[in-house]
C-alpha cells in the first residue's frame, strides 16, 4: 500500500448542483450518491465563472479568473510559460504521483477543426499529466504532446458527433435550440466517448495498480452539456411523467438579466411555444446522460474496490458550472442566477472524519478550494497565494464569489459582474457597457439583490428596496474585502514566472 492516498477528480460539463438523486429523488446517479453517503456534499458550492475556459482554468490553477487572466471562453493560455501558477496536475505530478488525464481541459484554443483560433505552438504540453487521453477531435499541430485520441480509436463514432454538432449549432458549441430537444445517438454506450476515456483511465489506473505507484486521476466528461445525444440505451431510462414541468415565469423575471446572453433571445419564443411534455423531453435528456456519466464513475469505483484501493482513494466530484434548462427562459450558463453559478461539490475517502460521513455541509465553497483540498489530502501544505481553502478543513469564509466578463464573442468585452453569495442573501453588482465606460461613470452601475432563504428562484430584485440597504451596503463591504484581499496575495512581485516549485 503506497504510503500517499491515490486522488480521483471526477468532473463534468455543465452539471446542475440539483442534478444528483441525493438533491432530486427523480434522477438517477446511485454512484454519485453513495460518494455522498459516504463523504460530504456541499450544498452551496459555487463556480468562480459560469462559463467552461474561464471556470476551468481558474480551478486547476486555484485562482480566481481576474487573477489568472482568462476572463471568458475567447481567452486560453496557449504558452507554458506565460501561466502564471503551475497546474493542480503539475503540483501532483512533483509530488511523486502518476498523473493521468483522461477528458476535457479546455486549456487550448483551435483543438479540433472550424474552432477558428489562433495556434502558434506546433506541440502543446499535457500540463502535468504522464498519461494522456482525449475524447475531442484534433489533427496536425493542434495535438498535445504523448495524447492518445478518441477520434484516431473511434473515427466514425467522432464523425458522428462532431457532424452533429455542426448540424445543431455550428457556432454554439451544440447549445441551440436544436442542440437541447436533443436526439438519441446511434451509437449504446459502451461505444460512446465517455466510455472510451473511462476505458483507458482504467487502464492507466491498472499499469500504476501493477506496479505499486500513487495516482492521481482526472477523469472529465463534456456531459451533460448540449447537444444532448443521449446513447440509445439510456434514452428510455426516465418516463415523462416523472419529470416535473418547468415553471415558465413572469415576463418581468425573464427581462430582468445582468447581461443580455448571446443566444438566450434567440430560442426564448422557441421555449415558450412548447408543450409541456416537449419541454419535459428536454430535462429527460440531460437527465439521462447525468445517468450515463454516474455509471461511468461507477466503473471507476468497482475497480478500486476490485483492487482493495477504494479505501485508501481519495475522491472528489464537481463540475465547471450548471445548466439553466430553460429556467427565467435561459439556457446554457453566462448568468450569475443560481441555476447557473451553483455547481455539485462532493468529497469522501482519506481526509474525511467518520463523523461527517453523509453529511452536507453548508458552507460557502468554492471551485478555488479544488487545488487546495488535493494538497491537503496528499498532506502538502497550500500556497499562501491562492483564495482557496481545504474543504477538509473548517472553513473562515463568510461568502462565496464569482465573477462574469461576458461570454467572450463580443468584439468590447463587457465591464464585469461580481457575485457576493451566503446562504441567505445574493449581491450582483454590473455595468452595462464596456470597461471604458464604466470608468468614466461609476455612477451608473447596477445592481441586484435576492433573499435567497424566501426567494431561491430570484424573482424579486430587492436592490432598491429601502428596506434591504442597510444589507446591500454590508454585503457590498464584503465583497470589496473579499477582493482586496484576494489580490493583494495574487498577482504580486514573485509570481509573474513559471515556477513550479511554488
Same mark, same amino acid.
Not at 303 to 310: A, G, K, M, S, V
Given at each position: 500500500m503506497n504510503d500517499r492516498p491515490n486522488l480521483l477528480f471526477l468532473m463534468t460539463d455543465q452539471h446542475r448542483w440539483d442534478a444528483l438523486g441525493c438533491v432530486r429523488p427523480e434522477v438517477k446517479t446511485p454512484t454519485l450518491d453513495a460518494l455522498a453517503s459516504r463523504g460530504i456534499r456541499?450544498?452551496?458550492?459555487?463556480?468562480?465563472?459560469?462559463?467552461?475556459?474561464?471556470?476551468?482554468?481558474?480551478?486547476?490553477?486555484? /485562482?480566481?479568473?481576474?487573477?489568472?487572466?482568462?476572463?471568458?471562453?475567447?481567452?486560453?493560455?496557449?504558452?507554458?510559460?506565460?501561466?502564471?501558477?503551475?497546474?493542480?496536475?503539475?503540483?501532483?505530478?512533483?509530488?511523486?504521483?502518476?498523473?493521468?488525464?483522461?477528458?476535457?481541459?479546455?486549456?487550448?484554443?483551435?483543438?479540433?477543426?472550424?474552432?477558428?483560433?489562433?495556434?502558434?505552438?506546433?506541440?502543446?504540453?499535457?500540463?502535468?499529466?504522464?498519461?494522456?487521453?482525449?475524447?475531442?477531435?484534433?489533427?496536425?499541430?493542434?495535438?498535445?504532446?504523448?495524447?492518445?485520441?478518441?477520434?484516431d480509436e473511434a473515427p466514425e463514432q467522432m464523425r458522428w458527433m462532431l457532424d452533429y454538432e455542426r448540424k445543431v449549432g455550428p457556432h454554439s458549441g451544440g447549445e441551440s435550440f436544436a442542440g437541447y430537444m436533443g436526439c438519441e445517438a446511434p451509437y449504446s454506450s459502451e461505444n460512446m466517448r465517455e466510455s472510451w476515456l473511462t476505458t483507458k483511465a482504467l487502464e492507466a489506473i491498472q499499469r500504476c495498480h501493477n506496479r505499486d505507484q500513487a495516482w492521481h486521476l482526472y477523469l472529465s466528461?463534456?456531459?451533460?452539456?448540449?447537444? /444532448?445525444?443521449?446513447?440509445?440505451?439510456?434514452?428510455?431510462?426516465?418516463?415523462?411523467?416523472?419529470?416535473?414541468?418547468?415553471?415558465?415565469?413572469?415576463?418581468?423575471? @425573464?427581462?430582468?438579466?445582468?447581461?443580455?446572453?448571446?443566444?438566450?433571445?434567440?430560442?426564448?419564443?422557441?421555449?415558450?411555444?412548447?408543450?409541456?411534455?416537449?419541454?419535459?423531453?428536454?430535462?429527460?435528456?440531460?437527465?439521462?446522460?447525468?445517468?450515463?456519466?454516474?455509471?461511468?464513475?461507477?466503473?471507476?469505483?468497482?475497480?478500486?474496490?476490485?483492487?482493495?484501493?477504494?479505501?485508501?482513494?481519495?475522491?472528489?466530484?464537481?463540475?465547471?458550472?450548471?445548466?439553466?434548462?430553460?429556467?427565467?427562459?435561459?439556457?446554457?450558463?453566462?448568468?450569475?442566477?443560481?441555476?447557473?453559478?451553483?455547481?455539485?461539490?462532493? @468529497?469522501?475517502?482519506?481526509?474525511?472524519?467518520?463523523?461527517?460521513?453523509?453529511?452536507?455541509?453548508?458552507?460557502?465553497?468554492?471551485?478555488?478550494?479544488?487545488?487546495?483540498?488535493? /494538497?491537503?489530502?496528499?498532506?502538502e501544505a497550500i500556497p499562501d497565494a491562492?483564495?482557496?481553502?481545504? /474543504?477538509?478543513?473548517?472553513?473562515?469564509?463568510?461568502?462565496?464569489?464569482?465573477?462574469?466578463?461576458?461570454?467572450?464573442?463580443?468584439?468590447?468585452l463587457h465591464a464585469p459582474a461580481y457575485m457576493w453569495r451566503t446562504r441567505e442573501w445574493k449581491l450582483i453588482l454590473w455595468f452595462e457597457g464596456n470597461l471604458d465606460e464604466m470608468r468614466q461613470h461609476p455612477e451608473q452601475i447596477l445592481g441586484e439583490l435576492y433573499r435567497l432563504a424566501e426567494d431561491p428562484d430570484e424573482r424579486n430584485n430587492l436592490y432598491d428596496d429601502p428596506g434591504c440597504l442597510v444589507t446591500r451596503e454590508a454585503l457590498t463591504r464584503e465583497l470589496l474585502m473579499h477582493l482586496a484581499f484576494s489580490w493583494s496575495h495574487f498577482p504580486r512581485y514573485d509570481s509573474y514566472s513559471f515556477n513550479r516549485a511554488r
Open positions: 456541499f450544498e452551496q458550492a459555487v463556480c468562480q465563472n459560469p462559463q467552461c475556459v474561464a471556470s476551468r482554468y481558474s480551478l486547476c490553477t486555484g /485562482l480566481y479568473p481576474s487573477q489568472i487572466g482568462v476572463r471568458n471562453n475567447n481567452q486560453a493560455i496557449q504558452r507554458d510559460e506565460d501561466m502564471p501558477l503551475p497546474t493542480l496536475f503539475e503540483r501532483l505530478q512533483g509530488l511523486g504521483y502518476q498523473s493521468i488525464g483522461s477528458g476535457k481541459t479546455h486549456w487550448y484554443m483551435g483543438m479540433y477543426p472550424g474552432a477558428g483560433r489562433d495556434i502558434r505552438e506546433p506541440q502543446r504540453s499535457t500540463r502535468g499529466f504522464d498519461w494522456r487521453y482525449q475524447g475531442r477531435m484534433s489533427t496536425g499541430n493542434a495535438r498535445e504532446r504523448g495524447s492518445v485520441y478518441y477520434n466528461f463534456d456531459f451533460p452539456h448540449a447537444p /444532448l445525444a443521449v446513447p440509445k440505451d439510456y434514452e428510455n431510462l426516465y418516463s415523462l411523467d416523472d419529470i416535473p414541468d418547468v415553471d415558465l415565469p413572469p415576463d418581468h423575471v @425573464i427581462r430582468n438579466r445582468h447581461f443580455n446572453m448571446w443566444h438566450s433571445d434567440g430560442i426564448l419564443e422557441q421555449w415558450q411555444a412548447l408543450g409541456e411534455r416537449e419541454r419535459r423531453q428536454v430535462w429527460r435528456r440531460y437527465y439521462s446522460l447525468c445517468s450515463y456519466v454516474d455509471d461511468q464513475f461507477g466503473r471507476v469505483i468497482d475497480t478500486l474496490e476490485e483492487q482493495n484501493e477504494l479505501d485508501n482513494t481519495f475522491i472528489l466530484f464537481s463540475s465547471d458550472h450548471g445548466d439553466s434548462l430553460g429556467e427565467r427562459g435561459r439556457f446554457s450558463k453566462y448568468s450569475l442566477y443560481e441555476a447557473s453559478v451553483r455547481v455539485p461539490l462532493l @468529497i469522501a475517502g482519506p481526509g474525511v472524519h467518520p463523523d461527517l460521513q453523509g453529511t452536507v455541509d453548508p458552507r460557502p465553497a468554492e471551485l478555488v478550494d479544488i487545488v487546495p483540498t488535493f /494538497l491537503d489530502a496528499a498532506g491562492l483564495p482557496g481553502e481545504s /474543504l477538509l478543513a473548517p472553513s473562515m469564509r463568510r461568502g462565496a464569489f464569482a465573477e462574469f466578463h461576458s461570454h467572450g464573442f463580443d468584439e468590447v
